[in-house]
């Protein structure tokens, strides 16, 4: 009769499969392991080389590419955060927000083209935020606390019975099963958080965990329980840029020009037919963010005999994200105020300087945000394991799982958004062509205000001379939920086994959008100073920044959006439409049912007295995918001479659109492992694997209009992003060839290299189209008669004229307001009859579209298939410890290539298809463990990347500049239970930056800090 497990295991080996509560061959095959007999010796795992000797172990015994990263003793992993455990591995990269690792990266492959599983599960993500998004399918390792992870698993190579959705790899978090330990088992920790970049919260914020476990004398039955609470207080400054816009330099009387005014002086000015750049404006913000985040886990097995083990679990994770945000921004408003600009000498030419004036004043924006955004992951499932015999055994495996993330602020939001401006600024300065950019601001508070609402004219800009602007409420929800059913069945024989396997899944993600869009209260001119008081504070936000040096001479302002709309609604102009009434905006279902299954076999044997294995599969999957989408009517609103909106028209019905489509994959796997010698072995794999679109891309209808920032007219080029519900999966054929030498059992040296070569790859292509019916009110005959007028007149072409034009046309022309302000005079284009017509209150001379107006072409940002691109790189690593000395080094260098980039001096029109995510990686550890002292200093590096290909509307580039960050941790075993740690994470204060076209297009840059941790833990 066959034994119960042919394959030859070291006593570690099988101590490490009871720990995790999975076979150390193939976790995702087999959710339990046998249990232990009574001759089984527990060997514990513990500390940083037991850790590492457990992660070596499941690499040296896997069939394929598998690397894992295992907890250091029960409640205590390498990190805190998941993500920035991963980083170590070799190929994986991080994201982070707010400084914290947040999505993984691996082989070139973002978040949405990983599978991230909990034990073997596929599990559903959602993410909005800032009252926006509901289209991701990317996994947020932020939600997840670490305190209760065993271990984590990336499958850098495809399986027949692994769970599709992964082309550069499959995460599987590992948590603990009470059968895994005996009797009774328990640890509770607490950590006291401090966050050098806080300013708002509290200075330390708590953190506490426990797990518990207990299993009977006999080992029939056991109950675990695992919880954390964490909060964490802090804040970022930074500096951004809202667009580039790319251009061919051309003639001065050309009407599409950035400017038209030939009185500007042009220094180094570009030749003509040239691309050049003009930023939008460049403006400085804060945060501050409270998060708390709560993970729990419920476990119960019963294993009445030898051969069935059953398993109920529920596991539940929220994170709840507060943040608020303020920002001093300054807008380019081109035209007749721009007096000087100076460009520098690289292909496109970027500005370096450049010098408004603005004789009426204009305002200096200090917009506030109240965020607000909760997630929510629950998830129940049970497994029951049955040894038929001494060969054969089954699994069954449920769960039903739900990802949750919306905006819980008040008033139903999840952001609440009140624009403000500072209505005093006659000449305005900006600095680019360097890393950070700044700029300089000329005040004059006797300028501003509407009449009888002046400002204050003392000589101090402060809280009297704020205004409101535009208000926005915004809300986000994004419901996911994954009800999977999976069968899997074993047959050992004496050289090999073979697995098999059926799977349903039944994924179903449902957003839906709402929000009041830019509600005119102070109008875009800031018309009311001083109507918030003491609510709005001053702020000196240039002071904030540690690393680079603002001009001195700004302002900055501070206060609650949520307190200024509540003050809004007792001001009397407002009544008419305060309270705001959010409208809706999308309702997005995507519902996707997939069927597999599945067979491999695994047959052992030895070649010239070379043990080998061959691991070959074949996997098949059906999938049905239905999306509908439930879209808004809108309309065009022209309510300044840049500020164009798309608002929801809800004097028209809204529209259901639904499709349908469907796909199949044959998905073949080949795993080869030869053992040249004890501790050399080669490997050799093969494997097709393919990853969905974004759920956001599989909708109908179309979202994200921008209106392009003028009048289409003089060529501004309204944008929007579309769906595409027939996307097909990417499909990768991958290929890898390692070699490994493990020389003790706590280090090795590894070399590999990997290509993968992907169909169907997901580009987007900017498409010009009509959408929804939507009209434009800046090109219509209107704004054409105009134009006309002002030509006639001799007036300057510009969309500053073109508005006032309309809107003294339609609304002013004799209407007694006008003529109280400047007499019965016609309309002369001055800047002040402008600045009049512009900034009516509440809004009632915007300009709306009508039916006789065209419908809006918009360069449409579309998803699509059809792309075909080459991954190629390699990974060296190598894990050493000096002897008993205690100390040891880790050290790990990732090559990632691709043959498709980025063309910065590309078309600035038509979206170019290129390869996102892919960089260079490396980390070094230096480790020390001795005598319970435990001590880990680490450098993670990772290089510059592209992360967007069609950003704005020239369809630019984003990169990622290059990052390091060293991160220290130590601990102490005062006794055998209990450890006190220390943890610094990002000790040098490392900052992040990413650009466009070229390195002085700034998009964004964030001066970060450092966090440390001190805390300790008892084990019972």
Do not use: C
Not at 117 to 123: H, I, P, V
Not at 527 to 547: L, W
Not at 942 to 967: F, V, W
Request: proline share 3%; aromatic share 10%; net charge negative.
């Amino acid at each position: 009769m066959n034994s119960y497990n042919k394959f030859n295991k070291t006593l570690l080996a099988k101590s490490i499969t009871l720990m995790l509560g999975a076979s150390v061959m193939s976790p995702l095959m087999a959710q339990e392991a046998a249990p232990a007999t009574d001759d089984t010796e527990i060997i514990q795992v513990r500390g940083i080389r037991g850790s590492l000797q457990a992660s070596t172990s499941i690499k040296r015994e896997s069939m394929g590419v598998v690397d894992a990263i295992s907890a250091e003793d029960i409640g205590k992993f390498p990190d805190t955060n998941l993500a920035e455990s991963l980083q170590r591995i070799t190929g994986v990269s991080i994201s982070r927000s707010n400084g914290e690792g947040s999505q993984v990266t691996v082989r070139g492959f973002g978040a949405g083209n990983n599978m991230v599983t909990l034990n073997g599960r596929t599990m559903p993500a959602a993410s909005t935020f800032n009252g926006d998004g509901g289209g991701s399918r990317a996994f947020d390792f932020a939600n997840l606390a670490s305190e209760s992870v065993r271990a984590v698993e990336v499958y850098k190579t495809g399986k027949a019975a692994i769970t599709t959705g992964g082309i550069g790899a499959t995460i599987n978090i590992i948590t603990g099963k009470p059968l895994s330990s005996e009797g009774f088992v328990a640890s509770v920790g607490a950590k006291a958080a401090m966050d050098t970049t806080n300013r708002a919260g509290d200075d330390v914020t708590p953190e506490v965990s426990g797990i518990f476990s207990f299993t009977n004398d006999d080992s029939t039955w056991g109950v675990s329980l695992s919880a954390s609470h964490q909060e964490r207080d802090s804040g970022t400054v930074g500096a951004t840029v809202n667009d580039w816009n790319i251009r061919v330099w051309d003639s001065i009387n050309n009407p599409g020009r950035h400017w038209n005014n030939a009185d500007t002086v042009v220094i180094n000015a570009p030749d003509e037919g040239q691309l050049y750049a003009r930023f939008n404006d460049l403006r400085y913000e804060f945060t501050d963010t409270q998060r708390t985040r709560d993970n729990a886990q419920l476990t119960l097995q019963f294993a009445p005999t030898d051969n069935f083990t059953g398993t109920v679990d529920y596991t539940f994770a929220e994170n709840h994200i507060q943040e608020h945000l303020g920002q001093t921004g300054n807008w380019m408003q081109a035209g007749s105020r721009l007096q000087e600009i100076e460009f520098d000498n690289q292909t496109i030419a970027t500005p370096i300087y450049a010098r408004e004036i603005y004789p009426s004043g204009i305002d200096e924006g200090h917009e506030q945000q109240d965020r607000d955004q909760t997630n929510t992951l629950t998830s129940l499932g049970i497994n029951l394991a049955y040894q038929v015999n001494d060969a054969f055994s089954l699994r069954l495996d449920v769960h039903d799982s739900e990802m949750h993330s919306r905006g819980t602020g008040p008033y139903g939001t999840g952001s609440v958004r009140m624009g403000l401006g500072n209505p005093t600024v006659v000449e305005r300065e900006w600095w680019f062509g360097g890393e950070f950019p700044t700029y300089l601001n000329v005040y004059d508070d006797t300028k501003g205000g509407n009449t009888g609402f002046e400002s204050n004219g003392n000589g101090i800009v402060e809280s009297g001379d704020i205004s409101s602007s535009m208000f926005n409420l915004r809300q986000a929800d994004q419901k996911s939920s994954i009800t999977q059913i999976k069968v899997d069945g074993t047959y050992e024989f004496d050289d090999g086994k073979f697995d098999f396997g059926l799977e349903t899944r039944d994924m179903e993600s449902h957003s839906l959008n709402y929000a009041a869009n830019n509600v005119a209260l102070g109008n875009w001119n800031a018309g009311y100073p001083g109507e918030f008081g003491d609510i709005v504070q001053p702020f000196d936000i240039q002071g904030e920044f540690d690393d680079w040096n603002p001009r001195a001479g700004g302002y900055g302002f501070n206060a609650s959006a949520v307190e200024m709309y509540e003050a809004a609604q007792k001001i009397g102009r407002y009544s008419g439409f305060l309270p705001a009434a959010m409208s809706q905006t999308a309702d997005n279902l995507v519902n996707e049912k997939t069927t597999a299954a599945y067979f491999q076999f695994t047959l052992n044997g030895e070649v010239g007295n070379m043990p080998f294995n061959v691991l070959a599969g074949l996997r098949y999957e059906a999938t049905d995918v239905f999306s509908s989408s439930l879209a808004a009517a809108y309309k065009g609103v022209w309510e300044d001479n840049n500020d164009v909106a798309i608002r929801v028209d809800s004097s028209k019905p809204s529209a259901l659109a639904s499709a349908d489509a469907s796909y199949d994959n044959l998905l073949p796997s080949l795993d080869l492992t030869l053992k040249v010698t004890d501790d050399i072995v080669s490997r050799f794999s093969f494997s097709k694997t393919i990853a969905r679109a974004g759920l956001g891309s599989l909708g109908v209808s179309a979202s994200g209009f921008g209106a392009g920032g003028g009048s289409t007219l003089l060529g501004a080029v309204p944008t929007a992003s579309a769906s595409n519900p027939g996307l097909l999966p990417l499909e990768s054929t991958n290929f890898d060839l390692s070699v490994e030498w493990y020389y003790n059992p706590y280090s090795y040296v590894s070399a590999g290299i990997f290509e993968k070569n992907v169909y169907n790859f997901i580009g987007s292509e900017q498409v010009n189209r009509k959408i929804l019916g939507i009209r434009d009110v800046t090109g219509g005959p209107r704004a054409q008669a105009a134009a006309a007028a002002l030509q006639a007149a001799g007036y300057a072409l510009n969309d500053d004229n073109l508005h006032g034009m309309m809107v003294y046309t339609e609304f002013a022309k004799g209407h007694p307001d006008w003529i109280a302000q400047f007499g019965n005079v016609e309309y002369t284009a001055t800047d002040a009859q402008n600045f009049y017509l512009a900034n009516r209150g509440g809004g009632l001379w915007d300009i709306e579209s009508r039916d006789e107006d065209p419908e809006i072409t918009f360069r449409t940002n579309t998803p699509n298939n059809g792309k075909e691109a080459k991954i190629y790189g390699a990974e060296f690593a190598v894990q050493h410890f000096f002897g008993e000395t205690g100390f040891g080094v880790q050290a790990n260098y990732t090559i990632v290539r691709g043959d498709i980039g980025f063309d910065n001096e590309g078309s600035t029109t038509v979206s170019q298809f290129a390869l996102v995510g892919l960089s260079d990686t490396a980390n070094l550890i230096g480790m020390y463990e001795k005598d319970g002292l435990q001590a880990r200093i680490s450098y993670n590096w990772r290089g510059e990347y592209l992360n967007e290909t069609s950003r704005g509307g020239s369809a630019n580039p984003r990169y990622i500049e290059a990052y390091s960050q060293i991160d220290v941790n130590v601990s102490y075993d005062v006794t055998e239970d209990l450890t006190v740690s220390f943890e610094g994470i990002n000790v040098t204060g490392e900052n992040s930056r990413s650009h466009g076209r070229n390195y002085d297009m700034m998009w964004d840059m964030y001066d970060l800090g450092a966090r440390y941790q001190v805390g300790a833990r008892y084990k019972f």
